[in-house]
T-cell receptor
Framework: DAKTTQPPSMDCAEGRAANLPCNHS???????VYWYRQIHSQGPQYIIH???NNETNEMASLIITEDRKSSTLILPHATLRDTAVYYC????????????FGGGTRLMVKP | DTAVSQTPKYLVTQMGNDKSIKCEQN?????MYWYKQDSKKFLKIMFS???????INETVPNRFSPKSPDKAHLNLHINSLELGDSAVYFC??????????????FGEGSWLTVV
């Protein structure tokens, strides 16, 4: 069962902000929103996570709607190296960390 | 220093063989995992393991078994390899409960091809 819905692909111009949406309308109160990415031929990489407040770190910002049914990952100044598949995952904090990855969004950053 | 390292990176073997993929993490984590990424690029959890508990994804055939000699290692043994086992296998690790949520660190993957 897919708990999140993401567009299969997106393009972004280099240097512009990349806004990646995710719908998680059935999210439970104890579930966090996590974002990972996978660059071609590499292992997945953690980006950011949040519960209900917006979060920011050195890689990205996470905006979660007030009803928590959707979120947006923002890469403020996308570079070519940000081309990857981005996964939005919802999971309880203590679920044995058995994250379930969906299809993700393939982000192509173009010069 | 690689945080989660796995060997071999590439493995080509014949059907019916038994093979192992090794994984080591130097992050001091207490939980390790194996994920499988098939040709359609879907990442599926296979096992979650710490020194107290093994959680197995029920869809994983019992030909697959994790072996953990210590907290820093979780090796994947595969018996009687089949063509459908061809995939990329990722090892990963995290703290079970350190307040940092599900921050999982992945290895670079092991490409298994069964011929």
């Amino acid at each position: 069962d897919a708990k999140t819905t993401q567009p299969p692909s997106m393009d972004c111009a280099e240097g512009r902000a990349a806004n990646l949406p995710c719908n998680h309308s059935t999210i439970s109160g104890n579930e966090y929103v996590y974002w990972y990415r996978q660059i071609h031929s590499q292992g997945p990489q953690y980006i950011i996570h949040g519960l209900k407040n917006n979060e920011t770190n050195e890689m990205a910002s996470l905006i979660i709607t007030e009803d928590r049914k959707s979120s947006t990952l923002i890469l403020p100044h996308a570079t070519l190296r940000d081309t990857a598949v981005y996964y939005c995952i919802v999971s309880p904090h203590n679920a044995g960390n058995m994250l379930t990855f969906g299809g993700g969004t393939r982000l192509m950053v173009k010069p | 220093d690689t945080a989660v390292s796995q060997t071999p990176k590439y493995l080509v073997t014949q059907m019916g063989n038994d093979k192992s993929i090794k994984c080591e993490q130097n992050l001091g984590h207490d939980t390790m995992y194996w994920y499988k990424q098939d040709s359609k690029k879907f990442l599926k959890i296979m096992f979650s393991y710490n020194n107290k508990e093994l959680i197995i994804n029920e869809t994983v055939p019992n030909r697959f078994s994790p072996k953990s000699p210590d907290k820093a290692h979780l090796n994947l043994h595969i018996n009687s390899l089949e063509l459908g086992d061809s995939a990329v296998y990722f090892c990963a690790s995290s703290h079970r409960d350190d307040g940092s949520g599900n921050t999982i660190y992945f290895g670079e993957g092991s490409w298994l091809t069964v011929v």
